[in-house]
Structures are given as structure tokens and as C-alpha cells.
Nanobody
Framework: QVQLVESGGGSVQPGGSLRLSCAAS????????MAWFRQAPGKDREFAAT????????DYAGSVKGRFTISRDNAKNTVYLQMNSLKFEDTAVYYC???????????????????WGQGTQVTVSS
């Protein structure tokens, strides 16, 4: 089994920055693609960013491209989401998600991710 634990959420003013972390337990972390999804109040969960197992390939939702950066440290079994130039509409619960072992290709489909963290709240307000 794989457990994912997010941290780093909080409150920030518009234009500010936050870095989310997701620590993964279990084996073969580098063989799994990872992703961040988010769910705003009253809305469906949506894709934000994904990264391949090696870290060489990334993809972003249009709404965050150029502002958010996903990265990973396979030696630490951790994936990160650096969020800059935050906007009110970035307010959401952010979820870390992991693919199965040997599924190393980045994906923006929720159904490709059987492992999910509990979520961390990000609030952008003035």
C-alpha cells in the first residue's frame, strides 16, 4: 500500500507563494507518476499538475501554467508543488495523487491515480 501525506497549505494574500509537499510511503516511488489535483468550494475536483516517475516530464492545467511548478525528489519519496502569483481562484483543497507501481507516465486523468492523500487547504484572501 501507498500512503500520501500532504503538508504546506495555509492562508496567503493574492500574489503570494506557497510550497506544498507530499511524502509517500511504500516502495518504487520513482516508478510512479504523481500529480496534484484541487477542489474548490462547490466545485468538482480538477487536475492541476503532473510529473513523470523520473521527473523529466511535467504537465499543467492551463489555469496554473506559468505560476505553479511541480517537482519531485525521488531520494526523499516526496513531490512538491511550488505555487507563485496566487490568485483568489486558487483557493481549494489540494490533493496529492499517485499512480500504481511501474506507471511512470504523467497523466491528468483522475482514474489513473488509485492513491490519494487527505488533502491540504490553500486559502488565498486579502
Amino acid at each position: 500500500q501507498v500512503q500520501l501525506v500532504e503538508s504546506g497549505g495555509g492562508s496567503v494574500q493574492p500574489g503570494g507563494s506557497l510550497r506544498l509537499s507530499c511524502a509517500a510511503s511504500g516502495r518504487s516511488f520513482s516508478s510512479r507518476a504523481m500529480a496534484w489535483f484541487r477542489q474548490a468550494p462547490g466545485k468538482d475536483r480538477e487536475f492541476a499538475a503532473t510529473i513523470s516517475g523520473s521527473g523529466a516530464s511535467t504537465d499543467y492545467a492551463g489555469s496554473v501554467k506559468g505560476r505553479f511548478t511541480i517537482s519531485r525528489d525521488n531520494a526523499k519519496n516526496t513531490v512538491y508543488l511550488q505555487m507563485n502569483s496566487l490568485k483568489f481562484e486558487d483557493t481549494a483543497v489540494y490533493y496529492c495523487a499517485g499512480r500504481r507501481t511501474l506507471s511512470s507516465s504523467a497523466s491528468y486523468y483522475e482514474y489513473d491515480y488509485p492513491y490519494w492523500g487527505q488533502g491540504t487547504q490553500v486559502t488565498v484572501s486579502s
